[in-house]
């Protein structure tokens, strides 16, 4: 008998508060033959975390406790006889864990899985660089792979073909996800343009990240897409992008689409990870009065552009090509800051503002 308290973050539904709640689990029969049982050290904060509660509706959710959280790193310390030998106890391991209103979460320091369901997990090894010279590894290998899978999803699943011809334009270059997806668009891809749009204090931090071109949103004297239109102009001999990816939450491109993207039928693409406007993500009422324009885009017929509003899907491949980028140097994801779990609702209130610049994480080592 190993009897231990887990402490989870939690919530009910949108009008409970996220508390920490406790309870005993045996560790030595808490799990089935084919799950594996990971003491989580550290876990990042996502908005989806918060907009996942936010648009939980007692009207439309069980009355059971549901556990916040999707990134996590920690190790593994018990195993189902049936589970792959590919995880192996005390192998320190990260991933994405993707659930709506879920009981399971990674905000809690003995988290239950199957891996085989999981797909976005990978075992991960130290590494020495400038990020853990300042964090543990467990800090840093729950900080990227929602937000990774998130950039490389968009720049992999609708399977364009990429060189240094190509030319990409995100919207929103200072999110955790923009960020990813530079990096894999410079290091593995090798595409040629990459224009993004951010705060003017940010535009020299991201272009060392790997923007070729930054304009600013708050510019007053020049607004975003009469700049953008000049840059395709001026720079780029008229050529349009192959990809517009909004990062952010924009519909500010859609009214001058056919002078900002290429045309369909060579495989151009718009993609949204956001919406048409920037979410409040604490908004409770967000359900009732989601703008449903992004899915109605998405769905119409007529629409004389390729659209699409994505979901981060669970896969193994942007695991296994994140952990090497972390290996070899080529991506370091960024940290905004890191709060004990006890904690949580600092950090929480940190990612709801929209300014983290990097990942939010909470360090669940001692608990
Ligand atoms: N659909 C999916 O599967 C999926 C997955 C991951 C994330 N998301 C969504 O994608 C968005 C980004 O997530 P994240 O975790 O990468 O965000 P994040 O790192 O928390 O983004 C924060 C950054 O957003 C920038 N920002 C705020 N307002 C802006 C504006 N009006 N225009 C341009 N940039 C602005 C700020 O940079 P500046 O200083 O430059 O303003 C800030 O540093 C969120 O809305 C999230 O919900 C969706």
Redesign the pocket.
């Known amino acids: 008998m190993s009897k231990v308290t887990q402490r989870s973050i939690t919530y009910v539904n949108n009008s409970t508060e996220p508390s920490i709640t406790e309870r005993e689990i045996d560790l030595d029969t808490c799990y089935n033959d084919d799950e594996i049982v990971i003491k989580i050290h550290a876990a990042a904060i996502?908005?989806?975390d918060s907009?996942t509660h936010s648009t939980c509706s007692g009207y439309i959710c069980s009355k059971e406790l549901k556990t916040y959280g999707r990134d996590f790193a920690g190790v593994i310390i018990r195993r189902g006889s049936k589970v792959n030998q590919k995880w192996q106890l005390n192998e320190n391991v990260n991933g994405q864990f993707k659930h709506l209103w879920g009981a399971k979460g990674t905000f809690t320091n003995y988290f239950i899985c199957n891996p085989d369901q999981v797909k976005s997990i990978n075992v991960f090894k130290p590494v020495k660089n400038e990020l853990t010279e300042k964090y543990n590894d467990f800090i840093v290998n729950s900080s990227w792979p929602?937000?990774f899978g998130?950039g490389y999803s968009a720049l992999y699943d609708k399977k364009q073909k990429w060189n240094k011809d190509s030319k990409i334009l995100i919207?929103?270059?200072?999110?955790?996800?923009a960020l990813a997806c530079v990096r894999i668009a410079k290091e593995i891809l090798n595409i040629g343009t990459v224009v993004g749009?951010?705060?003017s204090?940010?535009i020299e931090h991201n272009k060392a990240k790997g923007f070729d071109y930054l304009v600013a949103?708050n510019n007053k004297e020049k607004p975003t897409v009469p700049a953008i239109l000049e840059l395709i102009k001026e720079q780029f001999n008229g050529e349009k992008f192959d990809l517009i990816f909004d990062?952010?939450?924009s519909s500010e491109f859609f009214p001058v689409i056919q002078d900002v993207l290429k045309p369909s039928n060579t495989n151009s693409q718009y993609i949204t990870?956001?919406g048409d406007k920037?979410?409040d993500f604490k908004d409770k009422t967000l359900l009732g009065k989601m703008d449903m324009s992004p899915f109605l885009r998405k769905l119409n017929p007529l629409r004389k552009f390729n659209y699409d509003f994505?979901?981060?899907d669970n896969k193994f491949d942007y695991m296994e090509l994140g952990a090497k980028m972390i290996q070899d140097g080529t991506y370091l994801p960024e940290i905004d800051s890191v709060y004990k779990f006890d904690d949580f609702e600092m950090a929480f209130k940190r990612?709801d503002t929209?300014?983290?610049?990097g990942k939010v994480v909470l360090d669940m080592s001692d608990i």
Not at 354 to 357: L, N
């Open positions: 996502n908005p989806v907009l929602l937000v998130t919207i929103g270059a200072s999110t955790s996800v749009i951010c705060n204090k940010q949103y990062s952010v939450g990870i956001a920037v979410m994505t979901m981060l990612i929209h300014m983290a610049k």
